[in-house]
């Protein structure tokens, strides 16, 4: 965002990413990350892997919803503070323009007025991204970009931080916070079993979209809610996590956890 003294970030929360509430029909919102500048503007920061083709509206609801989460009973609407989403997309959202970054405001037409400290959406589009640029030229925008798309070569330390991106602090620091969640066996898990389930709910959801099945549409969203929290509550048995924890992440029963650990142990073991 290039903020300086006095609208640096002064105060960042991390939110719980595990929710298996966030259907592609729910209205819960959940993000990454939500920052405060020095001046009380919210940002909230998200990063999507999987191609969704309404991402955009997607946006726009989540920073409408940061923005009006702002009022508290009896305050008036002077209180209210801008807002900005941002969003990091491994996959083009815009085909038709080429820039990485692009900026959203809110703006009247004729005149180009804008409506300042209200809303402003950011989208960085990774595919369009030119990673073989030489490194000594990179921006400091495009430092960030190399980072987020090399962080699993470089926790595991497949590849060493580039020398000339030295001096700049808060790349080494993201890539130490990204070896500690790498390390904790538990939370990759959980990540791991969510990923698949939503990659599966929303292949089912797409095939009933392209055959023009308006009932098989709703009828696989609604098995996908069912079969999808199982198959995350199976994986995670699978790894060894406690029954009380997978209870928390998908909301199953305490009685069907247990009737699907015990067909984990009934089921035959694999041999060569």
């Known amino acids: 965002l290039g903020l300086d003294d006095p609208d640096q ?17 729910d209205r819960g919102s959940i993000v990454d990350v939500k920052v405060t500048d020095g001046r009380g503007h919210r940002s909230f920061i998200e990063v999507q892997v999987a191609t969704q083709t309404y991402f955009a509206r997607r946006a726009v609801y989540y920073a409408a919803k ?9 305050q008036g609407f002077e209180t209210l ?3 900005t989403g ?3 997309l491994d996959f083009t959202l815009f085909e038709d323009d080429p820039r990485v970054h692009t900026v959203y405001r809110l703006r ?18 990774l595919d ?16 960030w970009m190399y980072v987020f798309r090399q962080s699993p070569v470089l926790a595991g330390d497949v590849e060493k931080l580039p020398a000339e991106f030295a001096g700049q602090e808060e790349l080494s620091m993201a890539i130490q916070q990204v070896k500690k969640v790498n390390a ?10 969510q990923e698949r389930w939503e990659h599966d709910v929303a292949s089912r959801l797409y095939d009933a979209h392209q055959a ?41 029963s305490s009685s069907r956890l247990e009737e699907l650990a015990r067909s984990r142990l009934l089921r035959p073991p694999s041999g060569d």
């Open 9 to 25: 970030i002064v105060g960042v929360t991390y939110l719980n990413p595990f929710s298996v509430k966030a259907y592609p029909s």
């Open 66 to 74: 940061t923005y009006s989460e702002q009022l508290e009973a009896r």
């Open 81 to 83: 503070k801008k807002t």
């Open 86 to 88: 941002i969003s990091i």
């Open 108 to 125: 009247e037409i004729a005149s180009r007025r804008e409506l300042a400290d209200t809303l402003e959406l950011h989208f960085v589009e």
């Open 128 to 143: 369009k991204v030119d990673f073989t640029k030489p490194r000594r030229l990179m921006t400091r925008f495009e430092k």
């Open 184 to 193: 904790d066996a538990e939370m990759r898990a959980v990540i791991e079993a």
């Open 212 to 252: 023009g099945l308006d009932k098989g549409r709703k009828e696989g969203l609604e098995k996908g809610r069912g079969e999808g929290k199982e198959e995350v509550a199976l994986a995670l048995i699978d790894q060894g996590i406690d029954l009380a924890i997978i209870q928390r992440s998908t909301g199953l």
